[in-house]
C-alpha cells in the first residue's frame, strides 16, 4: 500500500523529528530541505525513507545535533571542514556555501570535508551553485558495498557525483549518479519486491556473478560502473576511489573499508585513519571562464542539441541529465510523494517518540 | 611483423618531423614528449601511430606550428586559452603550467581551452602536476563517435579524463580513461585483428548491439561506459558530456557533433559553433587542503589497503590505477617500443618526406 503526503505535511513531521533530536530551528530547516528533496525529486531511497537510519545514529552517538562546524585549513580557493560529526544534511550545505563564497572572489572555490555523515543527494548540494551563475560539484564518500576490480573485498562505497550546470533558457544540466552500475537504491527497490537483479550489478562473495537481490546480505559486492573489466570496471572503480580520496584523504575522514557505516547496528571499522565520512564540493564562476551570457547561450545550444538527437528506434526522446528529476519534482510538488507501507510505519513509530502526527 | 624502436630513436624522429612541419626547438621537444609518453606508456594508440594523422592535419591547414598561445579571460584561480590552432601536444602543457602556476598562489588553478587540436594522452597533461605535490586533472573533448544513451546519433567523442594524485612512498595513483565502454584505440586493436568486439562496445546504425569490430565504418556508434540504460550507459553519457561542456563550452572550443574530426579527410562540420578542440586541466596543491606530508602518509595508507584488497579467484592482485602504465614504462625505456607494420610503414613515409632515418 502506498500513502500519499503531502510535501508540506512531510517537511514539517521530518523538521519537527530534527528538532526532536536537538537540532537548531536553522539545522533542522536545511536538514529537511536536503532530505525531503531527494523524496521530491524520485530519489526515494535518499529521502524521508532513511530518517529512521539517521535517528538511529544520533542515538548511537555519532550524529552531534548542535556541531561547531568550522574551517580548519584553507587557501584563496579552498578550504578543509570538519563536520564535528553533524548530520551530513547539514554539514554539506554550510561547506558548499563556503565554496561559493570563495568562487565570489578566486573565480572558483573547492571544499574537503571530514567528521561528517551522510549528507542525502548530491545533486541537492551541487545545484546551490545555480542561483549564483556557477557550476556546483558534490561527492561523498559512503560505507563500503564495492569491490574493486579484480577484488570480492568491499573497499568503496556507492561514491556518488553530482555536476550542475547554469544554462539560460533552458533549465541546468545537473547530473547525480552512483559511480556503481547501479545505486543501492535501486538494488533496495528489487529488494523489497523480490524481484532479480540483472547481471552485472552483484557478485557473491566468492566472486560469481549472481541476480539475487540480496547477495549483499551473504557477503557479496555491488559492482563498480562498467561491472566487469571487459566493459570498463575499473574506470568505475577508478571514478569511485577518486570520489573517496578527495572526500576523505584530502579532508582526514576515514576512507575506502574504514569508511563508517550507516546502519547504526554495524560497529565501527578497527583502526579508523580518519574520522566520519568525507564530502568535496567545488564551485565555477561561469564567467571565470567566459562572459556569463554568452556562455549560457552556448548552454542552450548545447542542451537544444541534444535533445534533438536522433533517438533510438522505440524510445521517445533523448534526455538531458536532470530531465527526469526535475519532470518528477513538478509532479510531486503537485500531486504530494509516494511512500510505501514499510517507510510509512518507519515514520509512524518516530511520530509516537518525538509526539508528531503525519 | 612488429619493430622494435628505442625511446631515443623514436624521440628523435618525432622531433625531426615536428621541426619539418615548422614547429621551434622547444615546441617540437614538448610534443614529441607527450606524443612518446603514449607509447612507453603502452597507450599505443596515441603515440606515434598517430605522427601520420597530425601531418595530415598540417597540411590541410587545421594546425598551426607556430601559434600564439595565449590567455583570454582569467581570475585568481581560472584562465581560458585560446590555443591559435596549434598542436593539443604543444597547447595542453602550456595550459596545464597555467593552471600549476594559478594553484601555487590561489591554491587551486583551473583552466579551460579553446582553438586546439588533439593532445595526446590525458595521463601526461595531469601527471605534470606531481612533481609540485599537486594533484592534477586533465579532459578533452574529441570528434563525435559515441552515441547518448537513448540515441543513435554520434554526439560525443571519447572525451577522456585522467586524475593524478601525489602519494609519498608508494608511486602515483594516476587514472586515465575514456569515458566509454571501451576506448577508441582497444577497437582499432580489434579491428587490426579482424577481432569481434565484446557486445555492449559498439552498436550499428540501426542502434542494434553488435560484436563488429568495424561497426563504425557503416555508421555504427560507440557506447558510453555502461554500454546500456540498465548498465548505468546513463552515467558514461553525463560524464562525457561534463568533459565536453568543461572543455569547450567553457572556453569557446567546438562542442558535441560540431567537434572537429581527427582524420583530415572528413570535411568540418557546418555551422560550428566554436572554434578547435577544447581540453580542461585543474591542478590543486595538496597542502591548499591538509599538510603535505600528513596527506601522503595517508594516501600511502590508501594505496597500500587497496593493493592488498582480497583478490578474486583466479586474479593475481588488485591494481592500482595507473600500475600498468607504470610497469610498462619500465620495460618499454629499457627493452624498447615495439612499433606494428602498418605504422612503421607510415613512419617510413614521413621519413622520406622529411628526410628522415628510422
Known amino acids: 500500500m502506498e500513502h500519499i503526503i503531502s510535501y508540506n505535511e512531510i517537511f514539517k513531521f521530518t523538521y ?11 539545522d533542522a530547516t536545511t536538514a529537511t530541505t536536503v532530505l525531503v528533496a531527494a523524496d521530491v525529486r524520485g530519489i526515494d531511497s535518499h529521502g524521508v525513507a532513511r530518517l529512521p537510519g539517521y535517528i538511529r545514529l544520533w542515538e548511537a552517538g555519532r550524529i552531534n545535533p548542535t556541531p561547531n562546524i568550522r574551517i580548519i585549513h584553507e587557501s584563496p580557493s579552498t578550504a578543509t571542514i570538519d563536520g564535528d560529526a553533524g548530520l551530513g544534511l547539514v554539514v554539506a550545505p554550510y561547506a558548499m556555501q563556503v565554496a561559493i563564497n570563495k568562487a565570489k572572489i578566486a573565480g572558483t572555490g573547492w ?22 551563475d556557477m557550476t556546483g560539484i558534490a561527492m561523498t564518500n559512503a560505507s563500503a558495498l564495492v569491490a574493486p576490480t579484480f577484488s570480492v573485498e568491499r573497499m568503496l562505497g556507492t561514491n556518488p557525483i553530482a555536476v550542475a550546470i547554469p544554462a539560460g533558457q533552458q533549465p541546468p544540466f545537473v547530473a547525480d549518479f552512483a559511480t556503481t552500475t547501479a545505486s543501492n537504491g535501486k538494488l533496495e527497490l528489487l529488494q523489497r519486491k523480490n524481484g532479480d537483479a540483472p547481471l552485472g550489478w552483484v557478485q557473491d562473495k566468492e566472486g560469481n556473478d549472481v541476480t539475487d537481490a540480496h547477495a549483499l546480505k551473504t557477503g557479496g559486492v555491488m559492482l563498480p560502473l562498467g561491472s566487469d573489466r571487459e566493459h570498463g570496471s575499473h574506470k568505475g572503480y577508478a571514478l569511485g576511489s577518486i570520489v573517496d580520496i578527495f572526500s576523505a584523504v584530502f579532508s582526514g575522514a576515514s576512507y575506502g573499508p574504514w569508511a563508517p557505516p550507516f546502519p547504526a547496528y554495524v560497529p565501527m571499522p578497527e583502526n579508523m585513519p580518519g574520522k ?36 533510438a528506434p522505440g524510445c521517445d526522446r533523448v534526455l538531458i541529465p536532470g530531465d527526469p528529476e526535475r519532470e518528477m519534482e513538478a509532479v510531486r510538488m503537485k500531486e504530494g510523494i509516494p511512500i510505501n507501507d514499510t517507510v510509512y510505519n518507519d515514520l509512524l513509530e518516530i511520530g509516537k517518540r518525538f509526539g508528531l502526527q503525519l
Request: aromatic share 14%; proline share 3%; net charge neutral.
Open 276 to 311: 566520519g565520512l568525507g564530502h568535496f564540493f567545488g564551485a565555477m564562476r561561469i564567467d571565470a571562464f567566459r562572459p556569463a551570457e554568452e556562455f549560457k547561450h552556448h548552454m542552450d545550444n548545447w542542451i537544444n542539441r541534444f535533445r534533438n538527437a536522433t533517438p
Open 111 to 132: 571544499v574537503s570535508v571530514g567528521n561528517s555523515n551522510h549528507f542525502g543527494i548530491a545533486g541537492y548540494h551541487a545545484m546551490m551553485a545555480l542561483q549564483h
Open 16 to 26: 519537527n523529528t530534527f528538532i526532536g533530536i536537538g537540532c537548531s530551528h536553522e
